[in-house]
C-alpha cells in the first residue's frame, strides 16, 4: 500500500485527521495532519526514517519499520 492509503485507513479509524489536494501529474500533497497547517509561508514536508522524503505521499510504498514525521518548513 501507498502511504496515502494508510493515512487515509487511519483517517476512517478516527486515529488522525488530515485535509489536502489531489494533482493529476503529482500525486496527493497534503496541506494538513493533525495540528500541522501549511501557510503561505511554510509548507508541510515529511521524513521517511530521517530523511526528506523524495516521493508523494501517493507514490511512495510504505515499508515495516519507517518512521515518518511532518514538519513545516
Known amino acids: 500500500n ?3 492509503d494508510a493515512l487515509v485507513e487511519a ?3 478516527k486515529l488522525i ?3 489536502g489536494q489531489n494533482y493529476p501529474a503529482l500525486g496527493f500533497f497534503l496541506t494538513d ?3 500541522l497547517h501549511s501557510n503561505k509561508d511554510k509548507d508541510l514536508m515529511y521524513y521517511i526514517n530521517g530523511k526528506e522524503a523524495y516521493l508523494g505521499v501517493s507514490s ?3 515499508k515495516d519499520g519507517d518512521i515518518l514525521k511532518w514538519q513545516l518548513e
Do not use: M, T, V
Request: glycine fraction near 6%; charged fraction near 40%.
Open 17 to 19: 485527521d488530515f485535509a
Open 33 to 35: 495532519i493533525g495540528d
Open 11 to 13: 483517517k476512517e479509524e
Open 60 to 62: 511512495y510504498k510504505l
Open 2 to 4: 501507498s502511504f496515502y
